[in-house]
């Protein structure tokens, strides 16, 4: 106050819970794939996201960390989700989850369509721009289609041994707008219990190195470490590389996969056509930004446009006008770079194997097929006898002639 002294406050309950959901989006730390790294490691890209230890169980008495998705329930059902993520969609992803956790939707492998759509904004009843900043969310688990998910690591030697966890949701690169994928944690054993052995054998390795500097043990604890370091067991049914697997045995699986994801980069397919196509002209990822930046603000400005058309017409005075406040996305030269490359390395040359293994596959078929019924067809057709044709020169004198040498003397009767 203007006298220097502090008064305090007295906020409604509604009041600190909008603070706490506004630190949720700003305080939240980094997004990031799930990974089982220890505690103590260092180097790795990837920054924790909860104040879990390496078997993924927080410990006893632990409060979340600032920025964790504070969910009434239900908690075992949803993970985290990227700090950018607008709190009206991580608001629909929960009430997603909690239809289903309450019968209220059907489970996941009975649905009929794999994305889930919010309201039509223009049907909302505009006090405030939140029901333009809800976008689609596809959900992605190999439990729709009742086949296994493969391990990270190992692929399908290991897939008896994956379970599947919690949701997460990542965001979407689209043409003009995003749009955002849920996929399941997933967990080996096989490779949780690996990397238990390691550890104990780099324990004892360390236990028996002490104080000394044996050159051997040295080496031989250091690549112990990075073994621990290497073997993971924690992934997603959204990792590029569990996708890679899937293509080895259900190639059509694979292909329909919406988007491509790594790390950095979340590009829908639509958009990663448009990027390919391009990476052939003399079209460079700048030209690229442009377009998309220009396409996005165009969607925006027909959603803000909408936003205040809906107002005026349901009569709401200029004083109590709601302000859009939705922000653009944009699509950065280096996203796109970075797209394109991981795009031909996990997606399209194995796409493209699988057309032409399919198509040799179906031609040989099709060969093997003509040729089977051509030779049954050969083999079943009696083949007719010929009829014997009798010669008529069997008895017929070559030389009609009887006496080829007549005698010159001898003289011929005259024909009266």
């Given at each position: 106050m203007s006298d220097g002294k502090q008064q305090?406050?007295?906020?409604?309950?509604?009041?600190?819970?909008?603070?706490?959901?506004?630190c949720d989006i700003r305080l939240a730390p980094v997004s990031a794939s799930p990974n089982d790294?220890?505690?103590?490691?260092?180097?790795?890209?990837q920054q924790p996201t909860a104040a879990d230890d390496d078997d993924g169980v927080a410990g006893?008495?632990?409060?979340?960390?600032?920025?964790?998705?504070?969910?009434?329930?239900?908690?075992?059902?949803?993970?985290?989700?990227?700090?950018?993520?607008?709190?009206?969609q991580k608001e629909f992803f929960e009430k997603t989850l909690l239809e289903m956790v309450h019968g209220d939707?059907?489970?996941?492998?009975?649905?009929?369509?794999?994305?889930?759509?919010?309201?039509?904004?223009?049907?909302?009843?505009?006090?405030?721009?939140?029901?333009?900043?809800?976008?689609?969310?596809?959900?992605?688990?190999?439990?729709m289609w009742?086949?296994?998910?493969?391990?990270?690591?190992?692929?399908?030697?290991?897939?008896?041994?994956?379970?599947?966890?919690?949701?997460?949701m990542r965001r979407v690169k689209d043409i003009s707008?995003?749009?955002?994928?849920?996929?399941?944690e997933t967990v080996c054993s096989k490779c949780k219990e690996e990397k238990e052995s390691l550890k104990k054998a780099a324990e004892t390795v360390k236990a028996e190195l002490g104080n000394s500097q044996d050159a051997k043990l040295s080496l031989q604890l250091e690549i112990l470490q990075a073994e621990v370091k290497a073997c993971t067991y924690n992934s997603?049914?959204?990792?590029?590389?569990?996708?890679?697997?899937?293509?080895?045995?259900?190639?059509?699986?694979?292909?329909?996969?919406?988007?491509?994801?790594?790390?950095?980069?979340?590009?829908?397919?639509?958009?990663?056509?448009?990027?390919?196509?391009?990476a052939r002209t003399s079209q460079t990822s700048h030209d690229l930004e442009a377009m998309f930046n220009e396409f996005r603000c165009l969607k925006a400005a027909r959603d803000r446009l909408g936003f205040y058309q809906v107002q005026r017409m349901k009569g709401v005075q200029p004083a109590g006008v709601s302000h859009y406040e939705v922000g653009i996305s944009t699509i950065s030269d280096t996203y796109i770079t970075e797209a394109?490359?991981?795009?031909?390395?996990?997606?399209?040359?194995?796409?493209?194997?699988?057309?032409?293994?399919?198509?040799?596959?179906?031609?040989?078929?099709?060969?093997?097929?003509?040729?089977?019924?051509?030779?049954?067809?050969?083999?079943?057709?009696?083949?007719?006898?010929?009829?014997?044709?009798?010669?008529?020169?069997?008895?017929?004198?070559?030389?009609?002639?009887?006496?080829?040498?007549?005698?010159p003397r001898q003289v011929h009767p005259a024909v009266v």
């Amino acid at each position: 106050m203007s006298d220097g002294k502090q008064q305090m406050l007295n906020l409604p309950r509604a009041a600190h819970a909008k603070y706490d959901a506004y630190c949720d989006i700003r305080l939240a730390p980094v997004s990031a794939s799930p990974n089982d790294d220890d505690n103590d490691s260092e180097g790795t890209a990837q920054q924790p996201t909860a104040a879990d230890d390496d078997d993924g169980v927080a410990g006893d008495g632990q409060q979340p960390e600032a920025g964790a998705l504070r969910a009434p329930e239900p908690l075992a059902e949803i993970n985290r989700i990227e700090t950018a993520t607008p709190l009206p969609q991580k608001e629909f992803f929960e009430k997603t989850l909690l239809e289903m956790v309450h019968g209220d939707r059907p489970p996941y492998p009975e649905w009929d369509r794999l994305e889930v759509s919010p309201p039509d904004a223009l049907c909302s009843k505009c006090d405030d721009s939140d029901g333009y900043a809800l976008r689609p969310i596809r959900f992605w688990s190999h439990e729709m289609w009742n086949i296994a998910t493969p391990c990270a690591t190992h692929g399908w030697a290991h897939s008896d041994h994956i379970t599947l966890g919690k949701w997460h949701m990542r965001r979407v690169k689209d043409i003009s707008d995003d749009w955002y994928i849920a996929g399941r944690e997933t967990v080996c054993s096989k490779c949780k219990e690996e990397k238990e052995s390691l550890k104990k054998a780099a324990e004892t390795v360390k236990a028996e190195l002490g104080n000394s500097q044996d050159a051997k043990l040295s080496l031989q604890l250091e690549i112990l470490q990075a073994e621990v370091k290497a073997c993971t067991y924690n992934s997603s049914t959204l990792n590029a590389a569990v996708n890679r697997h899937v293509f080895e045995r259900y190639p059509g699986i694979g292909v329909a996969f919406p988007a491509i994801l790594t790390h950095k980069v979340a590009i829908s397919m639509e958009v990663m056509m448009m990027i390919s196509r391009a990476a052939r002209t003399s079209q460079t990822s700048h030209d690229l930004e442009a377009m998309f930046n220009e396409f996005r603000c165009l969607k925006a400005a027909r959603d803000r446009l909408g936003f205040y058309q809906v107002q005026r017409m349901k009569g709401v005075q200029p004083a109590g006008v709601s302000h859009y406040e939705v922000g653009i996305s944009t699509i950065s030269d280096t996203y796109i770079t970075e797209a394109i490359n991981t795009f031909h390395e996990t997606h399209l040359r194995r796409a493209h194997r699988h057309v032409y293994t399919l198509t040799l596959s179906l031609t040989l078929t099709l060969t093997l097929t003509l040729t089977l019924t051509l030779t049954l067809t050969l083999t079943l057709t009696p083949t007719p006898t010929p009829t014997p044709t009798p010669n008529r020169n069997r008895n017929r004198n070559p030389n009609p002639d009887p006496d080829p040498d007549p005698d010159p003397r001898q003289v011929h009767p005259a024909v009266v």
